[in-house]
């Protein structure tokens, strides 16, 4: 596609309730990751895919957050159970990089708002 | 640990004038990058302008200038010939160039630019 995309734009979910949120990255970017944002804050890492490797998930703030990436292209991050805290924007970034090239820019999605009631 | 920290939460400047934002960041790494992001209500991060550590010369896109400080670990934004269509949240991020690319993120500057 044009961009990278993501679905749903909004979400509300209530207390307990497990949501998925889905990301179509770039066609061919290697990396993709995962950050939340919440409200007034800057993003925060949450994990980090080559390909459908996930490199880095040490950002992720509980067991409760997964994340995947099975064929390499779109991911989907889960969140189970979820709770108030959990209220934020989650947005997906990919770009072409490769491990050891330099460069290459992380394009945005616009994200998705999560929102625990 | 590396963090960015950018000071100013709010600035406002008058269309056609210049700005400047601030922005300092700790690391004890070598070759890294800097980054401007800008994110207008949409929510869509859009990148502004982007230095290479190891590059001593200052970049520049248009209207979209840096001043980076690799003694003094400061990348400050200045935009000239300011537009209203420049309003927005920006944010400095950093990464190191390594195996993980994830961006560290300052907690951003909300910018107006009144007519």
């Known amino acids: 596609g044009a961009g990278v995309s993501q679905s749903p734009r909004y979400k509300v979910a209530k207390r307990g309730q497990d949501v998925a949120l889905r990301c179509d990255p770039i066609s061919g970017h290697v990396s993709l990751f995962w950050y939340q944002q919440a409200l007034g804050q800057g993003p925060e890492f949450l994990t980090y895919?080559?390909?459908?490797?996930?490199?880095?998930k040490s950002g992720l703030p509980s067991d409760r957050f997964f994340a995947e990436r099975p064929e390499g292209s779109v991911s989907t991050l889960k969140i189970q159970r979820t709770q108030q805290e959990d209220s934020a924007v989650y947005l997906c970034?990919?770009?072409?990089?490769?491990?050891?090239?330099?460069?290459?820019?992380?394009?945005f999605g616009q994200g998705t708002r999560l929102t625990v009631v | 640990a590396q963090t960015v920290t950018q000071s100013q939460p709010e600035m406002s400047v008058q269309e056609a004038e210049t700005v400047t934002l601030s922005c300092t960041y700790d690391t004890s790494e070598s070759d890294y990058y800097l980054f401007w992001y800008k994110q207008p209500p949409s929510r869509q991060m859009i990148l502004v302008i982007r230095?290479?550590?190891?590059k001593q010369q200052n970049a520049t896109e248009n209207r979209f200038s840096v001043n980076f400080q690799k003694a003094a670990k400061s990348f400050s934004l200045k935009i000239s010939d300011s537009q209203l269509g420049d309003a927005a949240m920006y944010f400095c991020a950093y990464r190191i160039n390594g195996n993980n690319r994830k961006l560290i993120w300052g907690l951003g500057t909300s910018l107006a630019v009144n007519p």
């Open positions: 895919f080559q390909n459908e490797a996930q490199l880095d």
């Open positions: 230095q290479e550590a190891y």
């Open positions: 970034a990919s770009s072409l990089a490769w491990s050891n090239s330099r460069g290459a820019e992380a394009f």
